[in-house]
């Protein structure tokens, strides 16, 4: 199979999952920065144990571009918080479209970052997601002053959404690992996630400990691992654009599972966001 293809599969296959994230959130129920740690502490103690076992626990260390390292934690902190704001803020429709405007940035960025030169297929692509998008949220958008602080937020989320991706890609394309990426984008949230816990987290913790690790399983370590895996043989301004199935997914999950029927408009849009990732496989193909 063409690498590229691959790359595509593997990165669509973990927005399947991403999708499940949304599910997990409804039934788990615990403040967001209470799942943040547990889940990132889960991974970052199965990694290490990984390391420790496999004696590499020295490529943990003094790694190249270390900053970079360091800063897809901090960006992944920023990401997850200013999402979880702009939902506090505004409408699900206006934090879903503004945090989705991700892959416009990762696009512009990535010559920056990168150094790719923004494709024709690329411009064409995101016009068409951008236009799926607003299908999809048109109805429940709301401009108003009052929704203002909140699609603020999404839009910074969705700049630290864009900027990591190429900043994942730039690691990658320095022959880093996607367990080490994944390793410091845990630790590191976890880390600063210590000062907003609450008394009796841990007890939380416990009780939901099943659901807990089932969704840092299926909804946080698979998919990443697979997404990381994948954006090594994937462009990184094709990346944004194929994370753009995630939307797909909530949607198809939203359904199956909460009876939620999309409209007609949400068809159209979900058709149009497939057809801009079937342009993009297209050129992956070929390449």
């Known amino acids: 199979m063409n690498r590229h293809i691959k790359g595509s599969a593997l990165i669509i296959a973990a927005m399947v999952l ?6 997990f959130v409804r039934l788990i129920n615990i403040r967001p920065a209470l799942l943040i740690f547990a889940s990132t502490l889960l991974i970052t103690i199965v990694l290490l144990i990984y390391y420790i076992i496999s004696r590499r626990v020295k490529e943990l260390l003094g790694k190249k571009l270390m900053w970079l390292y360091v800063l897809t934690g901090l960006f992944l902190i920023g990401n997850l918080y200013s999402y979880l704001k702009a939902y506090a803020l505004t409408t699900f429709a206006n934090s879903v479209f503004s945090h989705y405007m991700a892959p416009v940035i990762a ?19 995101l016009v068409i997601s951008v236009m799926g998008l607003i299908l999809i949220s ?22 630290f959404y864009g900027l990591s991706i190429n900043i994942v890609k730039r690691l990658l394309n320095n022959d880093a690992t996607a367990l080490s990426i994944l390793f410091y984008q845990s630790l590191i949230p976890c880390i600063v996630m210590v000062p907003f816990l609450g008394i009796g987290s841990f007890i939380v913790i416990k009780e939901k400990i099943t659901l807990i690790a089932s969704y840092t399983l299926f909804a946080t370590f698979v998919p990443t691992l697979m997404f990381l895996s994948g954006v ?4 990184a301004q094709h990346t944004g654009i194929l994370a753009y199935s995630e939307v797909i997914s909530a949607i198809l999950f939203g359904f199956l599972l909460f009876k939620e029927v999309p409209s007609l ?4 849009g979900g058709a149009l966001i497939l057809f801009s990732g079937y342009l993009i496989i297209r050129v992956q193909s070929d390449s």
């Open 107 to 125: 696009a512009l960025s990535a010559p920056l970052i990168v150094d790719e030169k923004i494709e024709k297929v690329t411009i064409k692509a």
């Open 265 to 268: 408009m949400t068809i159209i």
């Open 232 to 235: 090594r043989h994937v462009k």
């Open 18 to 23: 991403f999708g499940l994230v949304g599910t």
């Open 138 to 159: 048109y109805s429940n958008l709301s401009f108003g002053s009052m929704h203002l602080k909140g699609i603020m937020f999404g839009l910074v989320s969705a700049i």
